[in-house]
């Protein structure tokens, strides 16, 4: 699919301009994913078959609002339009995806990739928001100002791809060459001239492209900073000087010129393309009001976390008493089956017990990711990312730092991954650090399961659960564990001014139930992956723990303390005995290193190997809740379960985790700093709250 002589065309676009959604729709399930070579920039690909050029490969180019590269990914971006990555095929065209409801925004971007010289094909999406917007584009008389083809599309709807293929198709089979359509400066002609034969010396430009880069690289005060440009820094930095000091001459502010120049053609050209009609966006701009307001607008958002939680819990009962009752059925059968022995113990102790012990919280993890889903699709994200950027940035978190940070409450894997659209260095980094101390998916199990037993099932106000309540202060507790720390990183080792952010607002879009729907499964299906995979292997592991060796009838100690799990765990006990744990559950915290949800299975495990009647095995919360200490009293009681949620609350407790950091960074230490700090603060939070409550007798 990636061979030369397939063609290859670039698809590229503003952020939120709905590019990935014709990516997805033209090339439909013949897709790849992986990294452009030498970077940890992710790299979509795939096939699509036209009727007469045949099979082309499509690129689908992380989003960027100008070839001004700042962060890793618009780097990426610049790189392959301009055909400098020499590990990237040169695109043959380019599909450029412009919001038709934002032409303002959008045609800056057009204009310098109409500038390389590449045949270009629009695709203009989004047609359905100019109505609400109060836009109507006129196709035709772009077209003939833009000198490309430009196809009028709604994506989200399905409309207008048939038109889109045979457009690329007619392209590929007639290539003709876009231009720059802005005039470039008259007091720096000989200059830019002589930057742009320099350019294409050293294989920096192309002859069509090299004006249009030498002025950004005139007008970029940090140019040299690029990587590309450092080697040549000698002979290109005089006539950059030159340039500038030309342009200073002549009035004219080099730092901003080539935006002035862009955005002065895009006024001049919007009247012909574009008529304004009255506005049926009215709704919009008031919902815009309340939900960006400093106090409405958290007072909403607050509302929304408060709704989702109690909704969780009230809508996921019922299938999670399904799933108990089959998973208790099977333990049944499988007993009654299989003759009595090790292996009826593997599969009902081990297998049955761990997997099902974390499958029956499936379905509250899928309304997590049907709730996320419908925030992100509906345009709600950009809202709170406008709205907690002045609190972020105080605390010395990026602007940009709340997509990544959001992206971390399901998997904290992509949400590191998409931290690279940060600008500054220092800034990605922090991101990157406190990441991990978002509410990801797999922490949801463990505080599902420990709510489920220590807490009791009151309702507060008539509609809320308690549990869900005590759910809700731990993401809460997250969050400002992770402001606090980017706070403490910022003025010490990472010390340096915080940045605010500048985005634009989507428009507000009715989520699609099938989007919805295949989002959900997605990202479920990657849990019942883990499932059927990493937790099947920790449970067997740790039913051959439990089991063995074989315990000794003339010992004292419980099978289960002669066991090896019982020797390891035993070990451990000294280390987390000040924080109210006991080797069983020391065992089940060091097992889900592995990820955090086999500390349900391995509890699962450890406490199935306690039952003699394999058919009352398939409530692990009703057995965690008749366990009794010493003295004859609950042993899970209210503050020790609490403090297991806590210790996973800020516990650095993913091997996954760690190695994205890895590779993210690119240094070791900063994973071992990660560790040593999530899991230092997580053992002094614990110890202080189990000894504050022992003052008070709350254990």
Not at 529 to 556: C, E, F, H
Not at 671 to 689: E, I, P, R
Request: net charge neutral; hydrophobic share 50%.
């Amino acid at each position: 699919m990636v061979e030369e002589h397939i063609p290859h065309v670039a698809v590229a676009g503003n952020p939120n301009s709905g590019k990935s959604t014709i990516f997805n729709g033209l090339t439909g399930l013949r897709q790849k994913v992986s990294n452009y070579p030498g970077v940890t920039v992710e790299k979509h690909g795939g096939a699509l078959t036209l009727p007469r050029t045949g099979d082309i490969h499509l690129m689908d180019l992380p989003g960027t609002y100008s070839l001004n590269p700042r962060s890793l990914d618009e780097q990426v971006t610049h790189d392959v339009l301009m055909g400098l990555d020499e590990d990237v095929p040169v695109p043959r065209a380019i599909l450029l995806v412009l919001d038709a409801s934002n032409l303002e925004r959008h045609l800056f971007f057009a204009s310098q990739v109409l500038s390389l010289g590449r045949p270009t094909l629009i695709a203009l999406n989004m047609m359905d928001a100019c109505v609400t917007s109060g836009h109507l584009v006129r196709v035709d008389q772009l077209a003939r100002r833009l000198g490309v083809r430009v196809v009028p599309m709604t994506a989200s709807q399905g409309l207008g791809f048939d038109e889109l293929r045979n457009a690329l198709d007619d392209l590929l089979q007639n290539v003709s060459p876009a231009r720059d359509l802005v005039e470039l400066p008259l007091p720096i002609a000989g200059s830019l001239a002589e930057l742009a034969t320099l350019l294409r010396e050293h294989n920096l430009a192309t002859a069509a492209s090299a004006p249009g880069e030498a002025l950004r690289i005139i007008c970029t005060a940090t140019a040299f900073e690029m990587p590309r440009l450092r080697p040549w820094r000698a002979q290109l930095e005089p006539v950059v000087a030159r340039a500038r000091a030309q342009l200073t001459a002549a009035g004219m502010n080099w730092p901003t010129l080539e935006a002035e120049l862009r955005f002065r053609w895009i006024d001049h050209i919007l009247p012909d393309v574009r008529a304004l009609q009255p506005a049926t966006h009215a709704l919009a701009d008031r919902l815009d009001y309340w939900l960006t307001h400093p106090v409405w607008g958290m007072a909403a958002l607050a509302a929304v976390v408060i709704a989702m939680f109690g909704a969780i819990f009230w809508l996921a009962h019922p299938p999670m008493e399904w799933i108990k009752h089959l998973f208790g059925l099977l333990a049944t059968w499988t007993a009654r089956v299989v003759p009595e022995g090790q292996f009826q113990s593997l599969l009902t102790d081990g297998v049955i017990a761990g997997v099902g012990g974390v499958l029956v919280f499936l379905p509250q993890i899928m309304l997590l990711f049907l709730f996320i889903a419908i925030i992100e699709d509906s345009g709600y994200t950009a809202r709170i990312a406008f709205l907690l950027d002045r609190l972020m940035s105080k605390f010395g978190l990026h602007g940009k730092a709340f997509i990544p940070l959001f992206s971390s409450f399901a998997c904290a894997v992509p949400g590191i991954m998409a931290a690279r659209t940060i600008d500054n260095a220092r800034d990605r980094l922090i991101t990157i650090l406190v990441a991990p101390l978002m509410c990801c998916s797999a922490r949801w199990p463990v505080y599902l399961l420990l709510a489920g037993t220590v807490l009791p099932t009151t309702v507060l106000f008539g509609f809320l659960p308690l549990q869900a309540l005590v759910l809700g202060g731990l993401v809460l507790l997250g969050i400002l564990a992770g402001i606090a720390f980017a706070w403490g990183f910022r003025k010490t080792i990472l010390r340096g001014p915080s940045t605010t952010l500048a985005q634009e607002l989507p428009p507000y879009r009715l989520p699609r139930a099938r989007t919805l729907l295949h989002i959900m499964w997605e990202r479920s299906a990657l849990f019942l992956k883990k499932a059927g995979t990493v937790i099947l292997l920790m449970s067997v592991l740790m039913w051959v723990l439990t089991s063995y060796p074989r315990p000794d009838q003339n010992n004292p100690a419980s099978p289960l303390e002669q066991s090896y799990a019982g020797m390891i765990g035993r070990g451990l006990e000294p280390v987390i005995a000040p924080l109210g744990f006991d080797w069983r559950i020391g065992i089940a915290m060091v097992s889900s290193f592995a990820a955090r949800e086999v500390f349900v299975s391995s509890m699962a495990t450890i406490y199935g190997a306690q039952v003699t009647d394999p058919e009352n095995m398939s409530d692990l919360q009703a057995r965690l809740t008749a366990e009794k200490d010493a003295a004859g009293q609950p042993f899970f009681t209210p503050l020790r379960g609490l403090n297991i949620m806590l210790f996973y609350v800020l516990a650095m407790q993913c091997v996954s985790t760690m190695v994205v950091v890895r590779r993210e960074t690119g240094a070791l230490k900063w994973v071992l700093f990660q560790w040593a700090y999530m899991t230092g603060a997580a053992w002094l939070l614990c110890c202080a709250v189990w000894q504050f409550g022992a003052v008070f007798g709350w254990r």
